[in-house]
Nanobody
Framework: QVQLIESGGGLVQAGGSLRLSCTAS????????MGWFRQAPGKEREFVAA????????LYTDSVKGRFTISRDNAKNTVSLQMNSLKAEDTAVYSC???????????????WGQGTQVTVSS
């Protein structure tokens, strides 16, 4: 069993930056593909970014390419999402997830955190 806890959310002005972190408990973190998803009010949850266990392969949704960077530290059981040049449309609850394959759909992930709120003021 893997438990995920996100941190780092908050309120930021448009153009600013935030760094989200997701810390995992359990021994299997190093073998898990990790992803970040977000859900804005009234919208479905959407894929943001994902990273392979080694960290060598990453995926991003088009709207965040060049602005967000996903990374991981397997020694600390942590996956991070550095978010730069934030826009009002990035406002959402951000959740991290872990799974056995590198995928962009929710169904590919078995473990989920509770999420952290990111609010970008324009």
């Amino acid at each position: 069993q893997v438990q995920l806890i996100e941190s780092g959310g908050g309120l930021v002005q448009a153009g600013g930056s935030l760094r989200l972190s997701c810390t995992a408990s359990g021994r299997t973190f190093n073998n898990k593909h990790m992803g970040w998803f977000r859900q804005a009010p009234g919208k479905e949850r959407e894929f943001v970014a994902a990273i392979s266990p080694s960290g060598l392969t990453t995926l991003y949704t088009d709207s965040v390419k060049g602005r967000f960077t996903i990374s991981r530290d397997n020694a600390k059981n942590t996956v991070s999402l550095q978010m730069n040049s934030l826009k009002a449309e990035d406002t959402a609850v951000y959740s991290c997830a872990g799974g056995n394959r590198l995928r962009t759909d929710e169904g590919g992930y078995d473990y989920w955190g509770q999420g952290t709120q990111v609010t970008v003021s324009s």
